[in-house]
């Protein structure tokens, strides 16, 4: 593939920034605060698309900014890989900023000016993660992410809050400098370089011993957002948080950029040959494998609705791991394809448990029975995103779980291909019920009440996308064959 130097893949990066400053300085006037969220988010999206075409003719966008010394730079670099997520969260943050508008007002929440300038803060770590062209890069912005949204786990400032918050730092900032830094710091030790680039992967491959491991298991560990077990306990203790926070969280930024990075370094620091060499692939695979069921096992017991939804995006999450840990190009594309996928129907997920708390201040399970009758539009879109996270076509979770599949009866692991199945069977263990209960329980009488049209719109626009990609995923695979 050929590199090309532009400016391009710092432009969302620096739209985000200002957009932040914005925000602080419309502090005194809400509706421009909003405005500033939404034009920002726009823009930022836009200046996204503007790459696609030049990394769809198989071009590498990269921008240096800085060289500390040999080997270590800060610099962007954008393939199809940065362009998946950079899409999704820059999309997605559009969705939420009309989404943030309804439920901050509806309940009319303090605080709202630090709340979106960490939101969008937020944002920036994200889209800084998906351009990064270095592992210093990458802990630079993956590190601003767990800074900005500490405030907006602790957002209620209560006990139950601060006691949340500040297990989300414990496990955030402690595998980052515990595990995270010494990884960084042993493969420059083995390659004499941070960049992504063929000199990474051929320092690494040379080396192939005890501590080339060790470094891979600590990379793994050490991206703790990725929420793979036994590092996983912050995720559902931080649904304290408000309901648009849990998108965020789950959806957009944040656990997203754990996985992303722990894909980014599978496939740029390591690469698939060390991993099947080594056999590390099929290790992580079922590594993973127990976060996949183990999570939904537990999902099934919980009857609070956000940390019944905590569970499933922790199982959820190793399926992206679990799909490049084939080595294979479909489970690899299975795995990638699941970051969006996910994406879209946990986005959607969120945003209906936010609605239904608005609009009936209601927060469990055994609550919502015929609450379909009086949100029908929320709780379609709930039974929709859940068919995409069961894995049923024609819905986006299909067809990663099918690239997957097929990922695994490449490889011959029959281990593997019962984890995806049965998994599946677990998925709809927990998501059914709570449409069954939405429909075919409690009084069955139309009376409509809904949220705000801020907030249900873009519930029902996340779910209609979670269908299209599952119906025309064709530009998003394609796009995802660009590795560089």
Same mark, same amino acid.
């Given at each position: 593939m %050929? *590199? $090309?130097?532009?400016? !391009?893949? @710092?432009?969302?990066? /620096?739209?985000?920034?200002?957009?932040v400053?914005?925000?602080? =300085?419309?502090?005194?006037?809400?509706?421009?605060?909003e405005?500033?969220?939404?034009?920002?988010?726009?823009?930022?999206?836009?200046?996204?698309?503007?790459?696609? %075409? *030049? $990394?769809?003719?198989? !071009?590498? @966008?990269?921008?240096? /900014?800085?060289?500390?010394?040999?080997g270590?730079?800060?610099? =962007?670099?954008v393939?199809?890989?940065?362009?998946?997520?950079g899409?999704?969260?820059?999309?997605l943050?559009?969705?939420?900023?009309?989404?943030?508008i309804?439920?901050?007002?509806?309940l009319?929440?303090?605080?709202?000016?630090?709340?979106?300038?960490?939101?969008?803060?937020?944002?920036?770590?994200?889209?800084?993660?998906?351009y990064?062209?270095?592992?210093?890069?990458?802990?630079?912005?993956?590190?601003i992410?767990?800074?900005?949204?500490?405030?907006l786990?602790?957002?209620?400032?209560?006990?139950?809050?601060?006691?949340?918050?500040?297990k989300?730092?414990?496990?955030?900032?402690?595998?980052?400098?515990?595990?995270?830094?010494?990884?960084?710091a042993?493969?420059?030790?083995?390659?004499?370089?941070?960049?992504?680039?063929?000199?990474?992967?051929?320092?690494?491959?040379?080396?192939?011993?005890?501590?080339?491991?060790?470094?891979?298991?600590?990379?793994?560990?050490?991206?703790?957002?990725a929420?793979?077990?036994?590092?996983?306990?912050?995720?559902?203790?931080?649904?304290?948080a408000?309901?648009?926070?849990?998108?965020?969280?789950h959806?957009?930024?944040?656990?997203?950029?754990?996985?992303?990075?722990?894909?980014?370094?599978?496939?740029?620091?390591?690469?698939?040959?060390?991993?099947?060499?080594?056999?590390?692939?099929?290790?992580?695979?079922?590594?993973?494998?127990?976060?996949?069921?183990?999570?939904?096992?537990?999902?099934?017991?919980?009857?609070?609705?956000?940390?019944?939804?905590?569970?499933s995006?922790?199982?959820?999450?190793?399926?992206?791991?679990l799909?490049?840990?084939?080595?294979?190009?479909?489970?690899v594309?299975?795995?990638?394809?699941?970051i969006?996928?996910?994406?879209l129907?946990?986005?959607?997920?969120?945003?209906?448990?936010?609605?239904?708390?608005?609009a009936?201040?209601?927060?469990?399970?055994?609550?919502?029975?015929?609450?379909?009758?009086?949100?029908?539009?929320?709780?379609?879109?709930?039974?929709?995103?859940?068919?995409?996270?069961?894995g049923?076509?024609?819905?986006?979770?299909?067809?990663?779980?099918?690239?997957?599949?097929?990922?695994?009866?490449?490889?011959?692991?029959?281990?593997?291909?019962?984890?995806?199945?049965?998994?599946?069977?677990l998925?709809?263990?927990?998501?059914?019920?709570?449409?069954?209960?939405?429909?075919?329980?409690?009084?069955?009488?139309f009376?409509?009440?809904?949220?705000?049209?801020?907030?249900?719109?873009?519930?029902?626009?996340?779910a209609?996308?979670?269908?299209?990609?599952?119906?025309?995923?064709?530009?998003?695979i394609?796009l995802?064959?660009?590795?560089?």
């Amino acid at each position: 593939m %050929k *590199e $090309v130097y532009s400016f !391009k893949p @710092l432009i969302p990066v /620096l739209i985000t920034l200002f957009t932040v400053f914005f925000i602080i =300085f419309s502090r005194k006037r809400p509706n421009l605060r909003e405005f500033w969220s939404i034009l920002g988010s726009s823009l930022t999206f836009f200046s996204v698309l503007l790459m696609i %075409k *030049e $990394v769809a003719e198989g !071009k590498i @966008l990269f921008f240096r /900014l800085s060289q500390i010394g040999p080997g270590l730079s800060f610099f =962007f670099r954008v393939d199809g890989l940065s362009l998946i997520f950079g899409l999704v969260s820059s999309f997605l943050w559009i969705l939420a900023s009309f989404y943030n508008i309804g439920y901050m007002r509806s309940l009319n929440e303090h605080a709202q000016t630090r709340y979106y300038a960490c939101f969008t803060s937020a944002i920036l770590g994200a889209q800084g993660v998906a351009y990064a062209g270095s592992l210093l890069t990458l802990y630079l912005f993956y590190e601003i992410i767990t800074v900005v949204t500490y405030p907006l786990v602790a957002h209620h400032q209560d006990k139950e809050a601060y006691e949340a918050g500040k297990k989300y730092l414990f496990y955030l900032m402690g595998t980052s400098k515990g595990l995270l830094l010494p990884a960084m710091a042993l493969t420059y030790v083995f390659c004499g370089t941070l960049d992504f680039s063929l000199s990474i992967q051929e320092g690494l491959f040379s080396q192939k011993d005890f501590w080339v491991s060790l470094t891979y298991w600590f990379f793994i560990l050490g991206f703790a957002k990725a929420a793979i077990m036994p590092l996983h306990n912050w995720l559902p203790t931080a649904m304290v948080a408000p309901t648009p926070v849990s998108a965020l969280l789950h959806a957009v930024a944040v656990v997203k950029a754990g996985v992303f990075s722990i894909v980014r370094v599978m496939l740029s620091v390591f690469g698939l040959a060390f991993l099947g060499e080594t056999g590390l692939g099929v290790l992580t695979a079922y590594f993973v494998s127990i976060t996949i069921i183990v999570a939904s096992v537990i999902a099934l017991t919980k009857d609070d609705l956000k940390e019944r939804l905590a569970y499933s995006t922790i199982s959820q999450l190793s399926y992206v791991v679990l799909g490049v840990s084939l080595l294979l190009p479909q489970g690899v594309e299975g795995g990638v394809f699941h970051i969006l996928a996910h994406a879209l129907g946990k986005i959607t997920l969120f945003f209906c448990a936010g609605a239904i708390y608005v609009a009936h201040h209601k927060k469990k399970i055994s609550e919502l029975g015929g609450i379909g009758y009086k949100m029908p539009f929320t709780m379609g879109a709930f039974a929709l995103a859940s068919l995409s996270m069961i894995g049923v076509p024609p819905v986006g979770g299909f067809v990663s779980k099918y690239f997957m599949l097929q990922g695994a009866m490449g490889i011959g692991e029959m281990g593997i291909m019962v984890v995806l199945l049965s998994s599946s069977l677990l998925n709809a263990g927990y998501f059914a019920p709570i449409t069954f209960r939405a429909f075919f329980e409690g009084e069955g009488r139309f009376q409509l009440k809904e949220a705000p049209l801020w907030m249900v719109i873009p519930l029902c626009v996340t779910a209609l996308l979670s269908i299209f990609v599952g119906v025309w995923p064709d530009p998003f695979i394609s796009l995802m064959r660009r590795l560089g």
